[in-house]
């Protein structure tokens, strides 16, 4: 048993968060994760209100306990699904890809608790002052949108800078990572990769199939000149846009080319010309489990390593 001060934040029994994924996390693996006792987050990306409306509702109807939602901070409909978030007084919110300061004050005054991720300690800092209520280090093990830092180095930079609990993300898949996590001085995970591959998630099942077959280097960050890089698995479309990089194309024609393909992966199960956006723990995720037994197994793992590394400190240090 592993708990925190994120618990008592949260109301959650285990400091455990899905990741907010686009056209991935929606009512189904939401509610099952936070079921389980974990934060589960639907994960808003590009869609419109009405449909963040109506995954919230029925994440309701699948679970009394706490849940949240992402906002993209780049989608068109950012303002009005944190409309929606503050008339359906929901439990959290994270957003990734941009700053969501100005939003803070309504979220908070509806009683949401706001929760950004960042990929750089200036960005940490800049938010603290918002009074937020924790943040999400992502390092750029991740999948989807990522910085240049890994967990292992952004993540003891950023509890160094602020005070407020940080969260670690990027890279972690077991409980190996949780225990490092939480070494490094976070007060919890935020896992998304290893939910895809859960029996719960909607997503297509060539999306798991192809995380479970994808190994240690099958992931490749794209669309650095476009300033919004991102990590998928390696495919006909990640190959398009290396060549159209190597090219030095116009950063417009990349972006023209990615639209569309994150839903045409996630949905309609195109992993070979679709965004398969997945993070470096691709390589060791084996097998497709029910939420409740990934994070029961992490939980049981990282406390067995905590305990056994216990003991490696003192005069039996030795033995
Ligand atoms: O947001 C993510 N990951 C995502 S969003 C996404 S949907 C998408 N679709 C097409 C193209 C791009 C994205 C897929 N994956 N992670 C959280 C995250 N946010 N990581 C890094 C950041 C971030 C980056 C820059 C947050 C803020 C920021 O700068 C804000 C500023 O104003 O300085």
């Given at each position: 048993m592993i708990?925190?001060r994120?618990?008592?934040?949260?109301?959650?029994e285990y400091?455990?968060?899905?990741?907010?994924?686009a056209?991935?996390?929606?009512?189904?693996l939401?509610s099952?994760?936070?079921?389980?006792g974990g934060?589960g987050?639907i994960?808003?990306?590009?869609?419109?209100a009405?449909?963040v409306?109506?995954?919230?509702?029925?994440?309701?109807?699948?679970?009394?306990?706490?849940?949240?939602?992402?906002?993209?901070?780049?989608?068109?409909?950012?303002?009005?699904?944190?409309?929606?978030i503050?008339?359906?007084?929901?439990?959290?919110?994270?957003?990734?890809?941009?700053?969501?300061g100005?939003?803070?004050?309504?979220?908070?005054?509806?009683?949401?608790?706001?929760i950004?991720?960042?990929?750089?300690?200036a960005?940490?800092?800049?938010?603290?002052?918002?009074?937020i209520?924790?943040?999400?280090?992502?390092?750029?093990?991740s999948?989807?949108?990522?910085?240049e830092?890994?967990?292992?180095?952004?993540?003891?930079?950023v509890?160094?800078?602020?005070?407020?609990?940080?969260i670690?993300?990027?890279g972690?898949g077991?409980?190996?990572?949780f225990?490092?996590?939480?070494a490094?001085g976070a007060?919890g995970?935020?896992?998304?990769?290893r939910?895809?591959?859960?029996?719960?998630?909607t997503?297509?099942?060539?999306?798991?199939?192809?995380?479970?077959?994808?190994?240690?280097?099958?992931?490749?960050?794209?669309?650095r000149?476009?300033?919004?890089?991102?990590?998928c698995?390696r495919?006909?479309?990640?190959?398009?846009?290396?060549?159209?990089?190597s090219q030095?194309?116009?950063p417009?024609e990349?972006?023209?080319?990615?639209?569309?393909?994150?839903?045409?992966?996630?949905?309609d199960?195109?992993?070979?010309?679709?965004?398969?956006?997945?993070g470096?723990?691709?390589?060791m995720?084996q097998?497709?489990?029910p939420?409740?037994?990934?994070?029961?197994?992490?939980?049981?793992?990282?406390s067995?390593i905590?305990?056994q590394m216990?003991?490696?400190?003192?005069?039996?240090?030795?033995?």
């Amino acid at each position: 048993m592993i708990k925190t001060r994120l618990c008592e934040i949260l109301g959650i029994e285990y400091p455990v968060l899905q990741g907010g994924m686009a056209w991935v996390s929606e009512a189904r693996l939401a509610s099952a994760v936070s079921e389980a006792g974990g934060l589960g987050i639907i994960g808003s990306g590009t869609a419109p209100a009405d449909w963040v409306r109506s995954e919230v509702r029925k994440t309701k109807e699948l679970t009394s306990k706490p849940f949240g939602v992402n906002v993209m901070l780049m989608s068109p409909f950012a303002e009005d699904v944190i409309k929606v978030i503050i008339e359906e007084k929901v439990a959290v919110v994270t957003t990734g890809a941009g700053n969501p300061g100005k939003y803070v004050p309504a979220l908070q005054e509806a009683g949401t608790k706001v929760i950004p991720v960042v990929s750089s300690v200036a960005l940490a800092k800049r938010l603290e002052r918002y009074h937020i209520d924790a943040i999400i280090a992502e390092g750029t093990e991740s999948g989807g949108h990522v910085g240049e830092l890994t967990t292992m180095t952004l993540v003891p930079q950023v509890v160094s800078a602020v005070k407020v609990p940080v969260i670690a993300a990027g890279g972690i898949g077991d409980g190996r990572g949780f225990a490092a996590a939480l070494a490094l001085g976070a007060v919890g995970v935020q896992m998304g990769t290893r939910f895809v591959c859960s029996a719960e998630c909607t997503v297509h099942p060539k999306v798991k199939e192809t995380i479970i077959k994808a190994k240690d280097r099958d992931t490749v960050v794209t669309g650095r000149p476009t300033g919004h890089p991102v990590r998928c698995i390696r495919n006909k479309l990640t190959r398009q846009f290396e060549e159209l990089e190597s090219q030095c194309v116009d950063p417009a024609e990349l972006e023209k080319l990615g639209v569309g393909k994150l839903r045409a992966a996630m949905q309609d199960g195109d992993v070979a010309y679709g965004s398969v956006m997945a993070g470096q723990i691709s390589g060791m995720v084996q097998e497709i489990k029910p939420v409740r037994d990934i994070i029961n197994d992490i939980v049981t793992e990282a406390s067995e390593i905590i305990r056994q590394m216990g003991s490696l400190v003192g005069e039996s240090s030795c033995e």
